[in-house]
């Protein structure tokens, strides 16, 4: 397995900084992770999140394609119902090509009432419609489609799903699943089958909620607080336009200790090794090509950052890179990528 950063660029009033410094700084540790070897990093998209979230992942990832050579450059999740197919493709392709061919296309329904109102989309078939962008880019990103076309002659997509439900309907479209969780290998693969498309191209990939340190119970006091925001944050926006109420705050230290049957259902903070293994036994007997792990918690102090993203490709990193878990190396082609290739929530 390869290892990607995640970014979301969140900038909390707790911990306001200047906004441009915060882009800069992103900028930079995207240079230092692609020079310590990092696979790929990967961009999210909501608006009007209390925190400054991420709202345009691809004009983002066009200014980190200028300043890097070689690391793959992911979008987890453009939201797709939010957005013309043709406009995805085109912002796509220029990024494949400003790039030279290195962008992973994730695409997720979302679920945000708020975000579904203020481009005037209809919520209730945001499945259907995410399903239907991904077969609109994908012709679109095809020969006879968009002009200029991208570098990548089939530029991988990814569908941002996180349940049984969803990973069945990436595999009938004969795309790859962003979800690292070994659980959703089996509909994934059933769709495939359904669909017609090779099990043996099928390619998984997503997040772990982690914090890898060589010192976690040190590190642990400013991670959690950080980690409370996060986790809140996400429960706070995801209810408005519900009539539900505000969850409660969480609990960081028993989400601590919890375990990954959902996305917000757990955190480990920890040292590589027992991390590296955690993720083995997540991801395994699936494909899972890669897994992503937050490079910043919001608003996370700078030299926190760096030494994190440090730690994750210089220590995690190896440890996945030469697992002796064979059950975990995906079934590829020769040029590295699986099919062409959702759930209840594409959670981001």
Same mark, same amino acid.
């Given at each position: 397995?390869?290892?990607?950063?995640?970014?979301?660029?969140?900038?909390?009033?707790?911990?306001?900084?200047?906004?441009?410094?915060?882009?800069?700084?992103?900028?930079?540790?995207?240079?230092?992770?692609?020079?310590?070897?990092?696979?790929?990093?990967? @961009?999210? *998209?909501?608006?009007?999140?209390? /925190?400054?979230?991420?709202? +345009? %992942?691809?004009?983002?990832?066009?200014? #980190?394609?200028?300043?890097?050579?070689?690391?793959?450059?992911?979008?987890?999740?453009?939201?797709?119902?939010?957005?013309?197919?043709?406009?995805?493709?085109?912002?796509?392709?220029?990024?494949?090509?400003?790039?030279?061919?290195?962008?992973?296309?994730?695409?997720?329904?979302?679920?945000?009432?708020?975000?579904?109102?203020?481009?005037?989309?209809?919520?209730?078939?945001?499945?259907?419609?995410?399903?239907?962008?991904?077969?609109?880019?994908?012709?679109?990103?095809?020969?006879?489609?968009?002009?200029?076309?991208?570098?990548?002659?089939?530029?991988?997509?990814?569908?941002?799903?996180?349940?049984?439900?969803?990973?069945?309907?990436?595999?009938? @479209?004969? *795309?790859?699943?962003?979800?690292? /969780?070994?659980?959703?290998? +089996? %509909?994934?693969?059933?769709?495939?089958? #359904?669909?017609?498309?090779?099990?043996?191209?099928?390619?998984?990939?997503?997040?772990?909620?982690?914090?890898?340190?060589?010192?976690?119970?040190?590190?642990?006091?400013?991670?959690?607080?950080?980690?409370?925001?996060?986790?809140?944050?996400?429960?706070?926006?995801?209810?408005?336009?519900?009539?539900?109420?505000?969850?409660?705050?969480?609990?960081?230290?028993?989400?601590?200790?919890?375990?990954?049957?959902?996305?917000?259902?757990?955190?480990?903070?920890?040292?590589?090794?027992?991390?590296?293994?955690?993720?083995?036994?997540?991801?395994?007997?699936?494909?899972?090509?890669?897994?992503?792990?937050?490079?910043?918690?919001?608003?996370?102090?700078?030299?926190?950052?760096?030494?994190?993203?440090?730690?994750?490709?210089?220590?995690?990193?190896?440890?996945?890179?030469?697992?002796?878990?064979?059950?975990?190396?995906?079934?590829?082609?020769?040029?590295?990528?699986?099919?062409?290739?959702?759930?209840?929530?594409?959670?981001?």
């Amino acid at each position: 397995m390869k290892v990607g950063l995640y970014f979301d660029l969140r900038n909390p009033r707790a911990w306001r900084q200047d906004p441009a410094r915060l882009h800069a700084f992103t900028l930079e540790v995207i240079e230092e992770a692609e020079h310590l070897g990092a696979d790929s990093i990967w @961009l999210s *998209e909501h608006h009007m999140f209390c /925190d400054d979230y991420v709202a +345009a %992942p691809l004009t983002f990832l066009a200014a #980190a394609a200028a300043r890097t050579s070689r690391i793959r450059l992911g979008t987890a999740v453009v939201l797709a119902p939010l957005h013309h197919a043709v406009d995805i493709a085109e912002q796509a392709a220029m990024v494949d090509l400003i790039s030279g061919g290195r962008l992973d296309l994730g695409l997720g329904s979302g679920y945000r009432i708020p975000e579904y109102e203020l481009f005037g989309a209809e919520p209730r078939s945001r499945y259907a419609q995410t399903d239907a962008r991904a077969q609109q880019i994908r012709h679109l990103l095809s020969p006879g489609g968009v002009l200029p076309q991208p570098v990548q002659v089939h530029l991988p997509i990814w569908m941002g799903y996180q349940g049984p439900q969803g990973a069945r309907r990436a595999g009938l @479209l004969g *795309e790859f699943l962003l979800s690292a /969780d070994a659980r959703n290998w +089996a %509909p994934y693969r059933d769709g495939l089958r #359904a669909g017609g498309h090779d099990i043996s191209r099928g390619r998984m990939a997503g997040w772990v909620n982690a914090w890898v340190s060589d010192d976690p119970e040190e590190d642990w006091p400013t991670v959690r607080m950080h980690m409370a925001h996060q986790f809140d944050t996400y429960a706070m926006h995801g209810v408005e336009g519900t009539g539900q109420p505000a969850p409660p705050p969480i609990d960081p230290d028993r989400i601590r200790s919890g375990s990954p049957d959902s996305l917000l259902g757990y955190f480990w903070c920890d040292r590589p090794e027992p991390v590296a293994t955690k993720i083995c036994d997540y991801a395994a007997g699936a494909p899972v090509d890669t897994v992503l792990i937050f490079a910043s918690l919001a608003g996370m102090p700078e030299d926190m950052v760096i030494k994190h993203v440090r730690t994750v490709c210089t220590e995690l990193a190896p440890l996945l890179t030469v697992s002796d878990r064979p059950d975990l190396i995906p079934t590829l082609r020769p040029d590295g990528y699986g099919s062409l290739g959702a759930d209840e929530s594409s959670l981001t």
